[in-house]
């Protein structure tokens, strides 16, 4: 795997990752690319960070930087409680 100066740990798994989906595609033509990473790293993310904030979703709009109400509708698209 090709690491580039200054990534993270993450940037590093996603490029990984990433990599190897564009190998499995076999020719394939990739699309919707973009929604498909956020959308896979958002639920994740989100879960993570009301459980950090022990489900009091100000806190945890705070921490993501974001509006409390953004992440209730994020919450409702990922079906998460």
């Known amino acids: 795997m090709e690491r580039h100066l200054d990534e ?25 690319i973009y929604d498909m990473v956020l959308h896979s790293v958002e639920k994740p993310l989100l879960e993570l960070i009301l459980d950090r904030a022990d489900g ?13 109400n953004t992440l209730r509708k994020k919450m409702s698209q990922h079906g998460i409680k």
Do not use: H, K, W
Not at 19 to 24: I, K
């Open 8 to 32: 993270n740990e993450l940037a590093a798994c996603v490029r990984q990752v990433l990599g190897q989906y564009f190998r499995d595609l076999d020719g394939e033509t990739p699309s919707g």
């Open 56 to 68: 009091n979703q100000s806190r945890a709009a705070e921490m993501l930087g974001i509006n409390r």
